[in-house]
C-alpha cells in the first residue's frame, strides 16, 4: 500500500524559513517524479514543485520560485521542500505526491494527508 | 501558470446526472491528454477519479466518467449518491512541464 506521510508544518513568521518532509513507502520511490502540492484554507489545490526520480529536474511555481527547493534523498525514501522568506500567503496544507512516471509530469496517482503551514505575526 | 477554471458549485438530485467542466488553454487541456480529476471530501486528502482524461482507476465506479473537447475537459457522475457529495478538481499537464489545477467545484446532492 502506497503511504506518504508529511511533517514540518508548524506556525512562522512572515521572511521566516522552514523545511517540509515527506516519507514514502509501499512502492520503488526511486522510480517515481514527486510533487508538492498545497490548498490554502477554503480554497482550490495549487500545484507548487515537482522533482524528477533522480532529483536532476525540478521545476516551480511562479509563486514560490527562488523562495523555495524542492529535493529528495533516494537513500531514505524521503522528498523535501525547503521553503524561505515566507509570506502569509504561503499559508496552506501542503502535500505530498506522486507522479505515475519518473521524468516529467503527468498526473498524481496518490496524496499523503497534508502538513499545515502557517504563516503568521 | 493560471489556473483552469472551473463553476464554484453544481448541484443534483439523487438519481440525477451533473457534468463538471474544466476549461484550460491550447497550452494545457488543449494539447495533452493528461487531464485528471480529484474528489476530495472535507478534512481529507484528495483522490485521483480520472486520469488521462477518461481512464478510471481501479475501485473508482463506473458512475464517474470522463471527457474532453478541444481547451475544456469535463468530468460526468451518473446515478447521483449521498456519498459523490464532495469537492471535485480537475488537473492538467502544461507545456511549461509542470502541473496545473482547477479552483474546484463544490458539488451537492439535494
Known amino acids: 500500500e502506497v503511504q506518504l506521510v508529511e511533517s514540518g508544518g508548524v506556525v512562522v513568521q512572515p521572511g521566516g524559513s522552514l523545511r517540509l518532509s515527506c516519507a514514502a513507502s509501499?512502492?520503488?520511490?526511486?522510480?517515481?517524479?514527486m510533487h508538492w502540492v498545497r490548498q490554502a484554507p477554503g480554497k482550490g489545490l495549487e500545484w507548487v514543485s515537482l522533482i524528477s526520480w533522480d532529483g536532476d529536474s525540478t521545476y516551480y511555481a511562479d509563486s514560490v520560485k527562488g523562495r523555495f527547493t524542492i529535493s529528495r534523498d533516494n537513500s531514505k525514501n524521503s522528498l523535501y521542500l525547503q521553503m524561505n522568506s515566507l509570506r502569509i500567503e504561503d499559508t496552506a496544507l501542503y502535500y505530498c505526491?506522486?507522479?505515475?512516471?519518473?521524468?516529467?509530469?503527468?498526473?498524481?496517482?496518490?496524496w499523503g494527508q497534508g502538513t499545515l503551514v502557517t504563516v503568521s505575526s | 501558470q493560471s489556473a483552469l477554471t472551473q463553476p464554484a458549485s453544481v448541484s443534483g438530485s439523487p438519481g440525477q446526472s451533473i457534468t463538471i467542466p474544466c476549461t484550460g488553454t491550447?497550452?494545457?487541456?488543449?494539447?495533452?491528454?493528461?487531464v485528471s480529476w480529484y474528489q476530495q471530501h472535507p478534512g481529507k486528502a484528495p483522490k485521483l477519479m480520472i486520469y488521462e482524461v477518461s481512464n478510471r482507476p481501479s475501485g473508482v465506479s463506473n458512475r464517474f466518467s470522463g471527457s474532453k473537447s478541444g481547451n475544456t475537459a469535463s468530468l460526468t457522475i451518473s446515478g447521483l449518491q449521498a456519498e459523490d457529495e464532495a469537492d471535485y478538481s480537475c488537473?492538467?499537464?502544461?507545456?511549461?512541464?509542470?502541473?496545473?489545477f482547477g479552483g474546484g467545484t463544490k458539488l451537492t446532492v439535494l
Open positions: 509501499g512502492f520503488t520511490f526511486d522510480d517515481y517524479a
Open positions: 491550447s497550452s494545457d487541456i488543449g494539447f495533452y491528454n493528461y
Open positions: 505526491a506522486k507522479d505515475i512516471v519518473g521524468v516529467g509530469a503527468t498526473f498524481v496517482d496518490y
Open positions: 488537473s492538467s499537464y502544461t507545456s511549461s512541464s509542470t502541473l496545473v
